[in-house]
């Protein structure tokens, strides 16, 4: 029996059905706009267990989430991750069991997640040429994360997305490229405007670029926007009838970008946080010890949504106390 069945909602009567759970903090590739200098250690790796992550899981479908996105850092750094997937898929009311990879092991591990449960897969890929997909993510594995993308493909994923930074030096010329990309391929592109972090001030003064290049250039072009749905993200997508994919655009800095807001986070250690760009956050590992603990823990994640503000504060320069992407997966 669902201890908490129903809907999650906050103050601002918006409704929640999905999670992204960091598994990890830990990340191998430095890119440019996020851990430059790579990662580093600064307390010790006591992330959370597949037992924990089912029963906080658990708890979160019977407050009506049903979608899961497995987030980090990298979170296929973990040896654990495909039990991680299937314990994940084994909660009942979960329908949709997502990871945001940088592709490091997905031609290796894809057949394994798709295994355990993967229905869908978020691909973090931010040039198709190669000098340029060095410089910004500090390793030359573009071929094998382009390989393993297409195997992904073939393994009929209920969606395979990109996500990719828009950046000064990697924009408006590099969209054709990826129209082409996916003139043939069933997969979304979608950029995604720079954010200011607390780590990357004069990197965001020096590369950000507004969202609306994209937009003008889609348009120009006869993109059209396609309707979100209701467990979507926050992308605008669209498409066009002569492709196969899907081009779109995050844009954060957008008025009312937080209006339509679904979606929870919690932390690699078992906070939750209620924005990206929040501070804080409320601690639900303590009731993630044994089952027992269910009613607590869904009372705990009810009582903290009146935390929840309308929207962020990055238009005012205020990324709250959010260092790194890495920290949260985005």
């Not at 890929?125 to 573009?142: C, K, N, V």
């Not at 965001?204 to 937009?215: C, T």
């Not at 009312?256 to 919690?266: H, I, K, Q, T």
């Amino acid at each position: 029996m669902a201890f908490g069945a129903g809907h999650l909602a906050d103050g601002f009567g918006r409704r929640f059905r999905y999670l992204r759970l960091s598994v990890t903090e830990v990340c191998n590739f430095r890119c440019t706009y996020c851990l430059p200098d790579g990662w580093k250690k600064t307390a010790p790796l006591s992330f959370l267990t597949p037992d924990e992550i089912a029963r906080l899981i658990g708890a979160f479908a019977d407050l009506g989430l049903a979608k899961v996105r497995l987030t980090g850092g990298e979170p296929t750094v973990r040896k654990d991750f495909a039990d991680i997937i299937a314990r994940t898929a084994a909660v009942s009311g979960v329908g949709k069991v997502a990871v945001t990879t940088n592709g490091w092991n997905l031609i290796r591990q894809i057949d394994s997640w798709k295994a355990a449960g993967l229905t869908h897969l978020n691909l973090s890929l931010d040039a198709l040429e190669p000098e340029a997909f060095q410089r910004i993510t500090g390793h030359d594995r573009l071929v094998s994360i382009l390989t393993g993308l297409d195997r992904a493909l073939e393994l009929d994923l209920q969606a395979v997305k990109i996500n990719a930074v828009l950046l000064r030096d990697t924009g408006e010329r590099g969209f054709e490229d990826w129209a082409e990309f996916v003139r043939h391929r069933p997969v979304s592109v979608r950029f995604i405007e720079l954010m200011r972090t607390a780590d990357n001030l004069d990197f965001f003064n020096q590369n950000h670029v507004g969202g609306g290049v994209l937009r003008d250039w889609l348009e120009q072009r006869g993109w059209t926007p396609v309707d979100r749905p209701p467990d979507g993200g926050p992308a605008q997508e669209y498409s066009h009838p002569d492709y196969a994919g899907r081009l779109g655009l995050i844009a954060p800095y957008a008025p009312g970008f937080c209006d339509s807001c679904n979606r929870l986070r919690v932390t690699a250690r078992g906070k939750l946080r209620l924005c990206l760009f929040g501070e804080g956050g409320v601690d639900l590992r303590d009731l993630l010890i044994d089952d027992d603990q269910r009613p607590d823990l869904i009372e705990r994640i009810r009582g903290a949504m009146s935390g929840k503000r309308l929207g962020h504060l990055l238009a005012q320069g205020n990324p709250g106390d959010l260092g790194n992407l890495a920290q949260l997966g985005g």
